[in-house]
């Protein structure tokens, strides 16, 4: 099973070019996750390790940046750069970096109450901005780190420690939410627990120039524990979205995932419907639209900074201001 | 903005005036008087124009060789409502024979466009016993009832309390030259105040034309029509005149606004990224940059909230270029945990707090020193950040450039300050010459040796190279969380304290840079006055005064805040008594509840209390508008009596 690319073979692309590089798997891994047993951050750690070294990211010049939270600890186990920011932060951030450098690769890893509460106003501009960024929304439905509160996506009745009785609301939908908003350009969700189809969106997502927007379903086994295996155990309530545009499923994965959609993540509309499914759970590429303009391209064109344009620009700006010596105080006779 | 202030200009605009023959007709026997130095006030409703006038009389007088100073008079409002008290909107100009240091204490002379909103003026207690004031008269006529019998009685209440009232008929004598008299008395009362100010014509004539440089000549040429008419409206009307003598330049001098002096030093510094969200009264800055800064590779980001422009501007930071993030005291308060994250993580950013009154929403367009403790002190934990204060227009510019490189050098966060009364004011100074010492060295890119920790912190200053992203071998995840010197998450004690020290040490490296500031005045004596910020012009005006008679008075004027240069400590025991001079709150011990033990002091009291164990005594003002000479003045009058 592939993303649908177009690769020419030839005998060309089989040399390293002089500026070309290679990478190995061990080249981006640092320290050892202290994330729990079971949890589905792992999976998406090994994911995007593989990404870089697929993709032969350079190290120096790849930056991951995050938020806070238990998906937020992901840049610390990446050996490239990293920057393990603020609370619902990691968004402006990440812009921050690419209107400084847009020539760096930028990833972001946040969780649903990093990205959908405290720093949801900032997710919305953030797709509007469309700033060409990868991000992952680690989406466990469950605060973690702070230990069982209830977060935005948790469904209505989930018992934590700050709704013992059982939540109140129904749960938050992002991609419906995102769909929404002027300017997005990929929509994608995916669930952690395929390996296979979860690298496979992550691909599509790196190569989307824009902001790419991946909601990963996250298993908590710690404080959701089983909350995901009614999903995992039927198949049936998995809806792979396929299109030659989108996700092509491999002959395996089709011969488990029967549930199949066609669907063209060019259609807008489609896209919003199928969003506001939360069972069957759809994954693939909802909405991709590759002309969205990126704010940095915007902003950042023809951009020169050199000491003489910064002295041109001050002193062309001073004349305006300026008093110079020789305009003599003529009086009025009085 | 750019319109304001200008004579570089003039030459263009000189091209684009009717004629400049003089002007010749009735004039009515003058008696001229010679000045040292006039205050004026023009005030109308919003969007008639006072503001504009006043700047032009500002620049005319300052391109004449006069020192000027300027403090714009600012309703909250948008559009409040005509003809009211609170909804005054203009500009007092203060000119004089000699460089101007601020806006002084009562005005000579005031033009009103409606006696409403001068009344706001005269109650405020801004205008001077006897003040002459140009009225419109055209209220007197007024159809409807409620307004004319208004006018009468604000008249004659104004002629009662001893004011020298001269009714300017400004709409009747407008409408002989516009069908909109609205959009022209501003003009035509400048033309007023040039005939009276004995202004040169030819300048004026020029100033219109800037002024009015980005439309059409019509406008141009019509404006100038409305000038010349006021002018030989005074001439023919008005009996005196005054001269103030001029000042010879030897020197080219700029002449703009604090915002604009801030906006200049961002872009002097070579910084390539101001993320902003809109606040009153730094907006300013902002927009006068947006014009500016694309043209040398610089972008205006504004963000989605005042959180967003500090993290967008620390990611842009971190990624090799220093940015700067432009605000005012609520949205300083928003960053608060941003700038910790800075601190924590060593990452080079610029701050700019043009302070308002507070606290929460406060007085927006009103200016106060507000925010100093919260600038030092502010952010949870331990959170050494390099805060300086501009006291003048010039400060404005270069405290910018200098909180570049300190930022660049020390790896932290600087936080300027300044305030609504300099963003506002208007004051002539020595042009600045671009050097290419202002901008920062680029980064040292170069590989980093293997085993070098991303914060291998020098032990004795607490410094550190810093890797940014692209540059090989030296990947790391910045973190703020406590971490060691591979930038590791790390929770033992030793690894915070060690972090803890070496982020403090940086601000004991800076100090050992610093030097004391000068004394004003005498390097000893019976009473020094500290100061900080915007209130440097009123508190060394009123020191001279009480110098020139005989008291043994000087002060001491702080840019930088923290740290503090050494020597504060030596010069204030030189002096019998130490009292800090600032528009903040204090507790007066005239309150009834009021007493040592629960005084609390001004800012920048109590850090000098805490520092020097000196018994340090405070002088405060929250009175919305910038601090006058001769309330300080009064104020240290009283203080050195209790000495004695």
């Known amino acids: 099973m592939s993303i649908s690319f177009d690769p020419t073979p030839s005998f060309a692309q089989c040399l390293l070019g002089p500026t070309d590089e290679h990478h190995e798997l061990d080249e981006y891994q640092t320290g050892v996750p202290r994330w729990c047993n079971g949890c589905g951050d792992n999976g998406i750690l090994s994911a995007m390790q593989r990404l870089c070294r697929d993709y032969d990211l350079s190290p120096e010049r790849t930056v991951f940046v995050s938020g806070i939270g238990c998906s937020s600890r992901l840049p610390h186990y990446m050996k490239t750069y990293g920057f393990h920011g603020l609370h619902g932060r990691a968004l402006p951030i990440a812009e921050g970096i690419k209107m400084s450098r847009p020539d760096l690769p930028v990833f972001v890893s946040t969780g649903d109450g990093d990205c959908l509460s405290i720093g949801a106003g900032h997710w919305m501009h953030a797709i509007r901005y469309n700033m060409d960024m990868t991000v992952l929304l680690h989406d466990n439905s469950i605060y973690g780190l702070t230990k069982k509160q209830v977060s935005p996506t948790s469904p209505i009745g989930t018992k934590s420690n700050t709704t013992p009785k059982g939540s109140y609301l129904e749960a938050f939908n992002p991609l419906q939410t995102a769909l929404g908003i002027e300017g997005v350009s990929f929509i994608a969700q995916m669930v952690d627990w395929v390996p296979e189809m979860l690298y496979d969106i992550l691909q599509a997502a790196y190569r989307h120039r824009g902001f790419s927007f991946v909601r990963i379903i996250q298993r908590c086994p710690e404080f959701m524990p089983g909350f995901f295996d009614p999903y995992m155990n039927d198949p049936e309530r998995i809806q792979l979205l396929t299109h030659p545009n989108g996700l092509t499923p491999s002959g395996n994965m089709s011969k488990v995932y029967r549930n199949q959609l066609v669907h063209d993540p060019s259609n807008l509309d489609r896209a919003r419907e199928i969003a506001s499914s939360a069972d069957p759970i759809p994954v693939g590429i909802l909405y991709q639209n590759p002309d969205v303009p990126r704010l940095e391209v915007i902003r950042g064109a023809g951009r020169v900074r050199t000491p003489e344009t910064v002295q041109q620009g001050l002193d062309s700006e001073l004349d305006k201001f300026t008093i110079w010596p020789d305009t003599e105080p003529a009086l009025v006779e009085a | ?644």
């Open chain 2, 1 to 644: 903005m750019s319109e304001l202030l200008t004579n570089g200009a003039a030459t263009a605009a000189r091209d684009n005036v009717l004629d400049l023959e003089p002007l010749t007709g009735d004039r009515v026997k003058k008696r001229v008087t010679v000045v040292d130095e006039q205050i004026v006030e023009i005030v109308s409703d919003s969007g008639e124009g006072a503001q504009r006038c006043g700047q032009a009389l500002a620049a005319l007088a300052a391109r004449s060789g006069r020192g000027i100073w300027t403090v714009e008079i600012i309703p909250a409002e948008i559009q409040p409502p005509a003809r009211s008290i609170a909804g005054g909107s203009g500009n007092r100009v203060r000119m004089g024979s000699h460089p101007i240091t601020n806006g002084g204490d009562e005005a000579d002379l005031a033009v009103a466009f409606n006696e409403q909103v001068l009344l706001g003026r005269e109650r405020e207690g801004e205008l001077k016993p006897g003040c002459r004031i140009l009225l419109e008269s055209m209220w007197r006529t007024d159809r409807n009832p409620a307004i004319s019998s208004q006018y009468l009685q604000t008249y004659d209440e104004l002629v009662a309390k001893g004011y020298n009232v001269i009714e300017v008929p400004m709409e009747a004598e407008c409408r002989k030259l516009v069908s909109d008299p609205r959009r022209g008395k501003n003009m035509f009362v400048l033309g007023i105040l040039c005939n009276i100010y004995t202004l040169d014509l030819v300048l004026a004539r020029e100033q219109v034309a800037l002024t009015f440089g980005k439309k059409d000549q019509r406008v141009i040429d019509t404006n100038i029509r409305l000038l010349e008419a006021g002018w030989s409206w005074a001439e023919a009307n008005v009996d005196f005149q005054f001269e103030i003598p001029t000042m010879r330049l030897t020197e080219p001098q700029v002449v703009f606004n604090g915002n604009i002096a801030i906006a200049l030093g961002v872009l002097a510094s070579g910084m390539e990224i101001c993320a902003m969200y809109p606040i009153t009264p730094a907006t300013s800055a902002s927009h006068y940059l947006s014009e500016i800064f694309e043209k040398t590779g610089g972008i205006v980001h504004q963000a989605e909230d005042e959180i967003a422009a500090a993290t967008f501007a620390i990611g842009a930071s971190y990624a090799g270029k220093c940015a700067v993030t432009i605000t005012s005291g609520p949205g300083y308060s928003l960053k608060q945990e941003a700038l910790g994250l800075a601190v924590m993580a060593e990452i080079p950013l610029v701050v700019v707090n043009v302070q308002r009154g507070g606290p929460s929403t406060g007085q927006p367009t009103k200016p106060e020193q507000g925010d100093l403790m919260t600038s030092i002190f502010g952010s949870h934990g331990d959170a050494p950040k390099v805060v300086i204060a501009a006291s003048t227009i010039e400060d404005c510019f270069y405290s910018v450039i200098t909180a570049r490189k300190i930022a660049e050098t020390f790896n932290c966060v600087v936080v300027v300050l300044s305030d609504g009364s300099l963003a506002t004011a208007q004051q002539p100074f020595p042009r600045p010459t671009f050097s290419e010492d202002w901008l920062a060295p680029p980064i040292d890119q170069s590989p980093v040796p293997t085993g070098t920790g991303a914060y291998d912190w020098d032990g004795t200053t607490g410094l550190m190279r810093r890797f940014i992203p692209g540059q090989p071998g030296g990947m790391h995840t910045l973190t703020g969380l406590a971490h060691d010197r591979a930038s590791k998450v790390a929770y033992d004690p030793a690894s915070n304290e060690a972090g803890l020290r070496n982020r403090s040490l940086k601000m004991a490296a800076l100090q050992k840079t610093l030097r004391c500031p000068d004394v004003h005045g005498d390097p000893d004596g019976d009473l020094l006055v500290v100061g900080w910020g915007s209130t440097r012009g009123a508190i060394e005006e009123a020191v001279d005064g009480l110098r020139a008679d005989g008291k043994r008075v000087s002060s001491l004027h702080l840019r930088f805040l923290n740290p503090m240069p050494s020597g504060i400590g030596d010069i204030m025991k030189r002096f019998k008594k130490v009292i800090s001079v600032e528009s903040n709150w204090s507790d007066s011990l005239d309150d009834e509840l009021i007493d040592e033990e629960n005084r609390r002091y001004s800012a920048l009291a109590m850090l000098l209390r805490a520092k020097y164990l000196v018994d340090i005594d405070c002088w405060t003002e929250v009175r919305s508008r910038p601090i006058k000479p001769g309330v300080v003045r009064a104020a240290l009058s009283a203080a050195l009596e209790k000495l004695s």
